[in-house]
């Protein structure tokens, strides 16, 4: 598939450029600052063009150009993909934003196509190359640095064991039966016990609290019982299935793909299993790095942040730095529960080699507290550290600190990273990832981050002249 852009203007273009419709003020300083800094564009060509033996052959599918503003419009209006193609198909302003013009825009698919090629490093080194960029245009000085962190959920159900045992049988059956409408003879030999494990499973989840104490310990054995079976079933099934001989290339290709499908989610349930009989029948408590909170996103985390009207999250701890002009400088998605100290020195690593110097305000919450980050701020160069005491008797010296004009507007400072985070959730589609898969969702978060670097840099560029801009660039 072709990805070289052939932008060639029609003449309903022309005559519709000759109207004066404009873009969007921030969109417009998006187009101006993306075509100031072309090199941008080349991070994405070469996730685009990868596997490809010869790029400029073949149809034109969507060029890096179209992929990169039509990723940036996504996450700026929060659209979905269908959405997406409907919005740029029926605007002619956004027509021209993505750079389809009059030509056809394609369909929500080729979207999805082109966005999934994209990878994490891809969305690290956009941001990077825009920070820099905003440094270089003079429009962050690095002085200020703000830094927090949040979670971004997993598209997972809350995960129970009755319910997680009732997803590993469900899905095992549906593949099992797609297995059999590839294989010439069928499959043989397999129960379909989906609607005993839903009984069960509908049982324990009805259950009370003082129900559970006395009645759920046999239902669970019933339902670990059948998934066990199901899961035998599936090996036994799969095994004949690789023997089975005397078919095509491509149905080979199939059966091949569904026995590793099948494969893998026979390993979750065997997790799921373990951790169910071991917390609900020994009574053990199973560690958290030891626990499947969903057979579908396997990489989801659980988090506890102390929250009351959330006290349990499932997915992905972020950690983000902000500048005092809103540009996000660093975003790092992390596994497991870390404590926020743990980032204190490596954020003042990250400043240094983005700005060349340390930040003359340092500001978080008390959550990132210690006396090895407050000295870290201090060989570091921080002017102000501006981090309240978490527990313990406060000195009269650290009472006093805490107590001073310069203290309390450097934590007022820091509260702008709670609307940071809002607006990423609720305006740049970061709440809740609904890609599959760890690298999709570091992928979201990626360009949730840029979009909104973009916008302020937009924002910010206004006074900039655009001779200045492109010196600059």
């Given at each position: ?22 873009l ?12 100031d ?45 269908r ?5 740029i ?11 389809f ?12 196509r ?116 199901v ?152 002017t ?17 600190i ?18 940071r ?53």
């Open positions: 598939m072709s990805r070289v852009l052939e932008h060639q203007l029609s003449f309903a273009d022309l005559e519709l450029r000759l109207l004066g419709l404009q969007d003020p921030t969109l417009r300083g998006i187009v101006d600052f993306l075509d800094h072309p090199a941008l564009v080349e991070h994405v060509r070469g996730d685009l063009e990868r596997g490809l033996k010869n790029p400029t052959v073949g149809r034109n599918g969507i060029s890096p150009e179209q992929t990169l503003r039509s990723l940036l419009l996504m996450r700026v209006k929060n659209w979905d993909y959405e997406l193609r409907e919005r198909n029926d605007g002619y302003t956004l027509r021209g934003f993505t750079l013009d009059s030509h056809k825009v394609p369909f929500h698919d080729a979207f999805n082109a966005f999934m090629r994209l990878t994490p490093d891809t969305m690290e080194s956009l941001n990077q190359a825009v920070v820099q960029a905003a440094v270089q245009l003079g429009l962050e000085d690095g002085k200020k640095l703000r830094v927090d962190t949040t979670v971004v959920e997993t598209n997972i159900h809350y995960p129970t064991d009755a319910t997680l045992l009732w997803d590993v049988v469900r899905t095992l059956t549906r593949l099992v039966g797609e297995l059999h409408e590839q294989l010439p003879k069928g499959v043989k030999g397999f129960t379909n016990r989906t609607k005993s494990a839903r009984r069960r499973m509908q049982v324990l989840e009805r259950m009370s609290a003082s129900q559970r104490k006395q009645q759920q310990t046999p239902k669970y054995r019933e339902l670990l019982s059948i998934t066990a079976t899961v035998a079933d599936v090996r036994r099934v799969a095994a004949n299935a690789q023997r089975v001989k005397k078919v095509d290339v491509l149905t080979a290709a199939k059966i091949k793909a569904s026995c590793q499908q099948l494969g893998h989610y026979c390993e979750l349930a065997d997790q799921v299993i373990d951790q169910t009989r071991r917390r609900v029948l020994e009574g053990e408590q199973v560690p958290t790095e030891e626990k499947v909170y969903s057979i579908f996103e396997p990489h989801t985390d659980l988090i506890k942040r102390g929250k009351k009207l959330k006290p349990v999250e499932f997915g992905h701890k972020i950690f983000l730095a902000e500048s005092a002009h809103g540009l996000i400088t660093h975003y790092q998605v992390l596994t497991g529960n870390p404590s926020d100290m743990d980032h204190v020195e490596a954020s003042l690593e990250r400043h240094k080699k983005t700005f060349g110097c340390a930040p003359d305000l340092y500001a978080a919450d008390r959550g990132f507290y210690s006396l090895e980050n407050l000295e870290a701020c201090r060989t570091a160069g921080v102000q550290e501006c981090i309240p005491q978490c527990g313990g008797t406060k000195s009269a010296d650290r009472e006093a805490e107590r001073s004009a310069a203290f309390k507007k450097g934590q007022r400072f820091r509260v702008g990273i709670e609307g985070i809002s607006v990423l959730f609720r305006g740049r589609g970061m709440k809740r990832c609904l890609g599959s898969g760890r690298e999709r969702f570091e992928v979201l978060v990626g360009a949730a981050v840029l979009a909104n670097n973009l916008m302020k840099i937009a924002g910010l560029m206004k006074g900039v002249k655009p001779s200045a801009r492109r010196n600059a660039a």
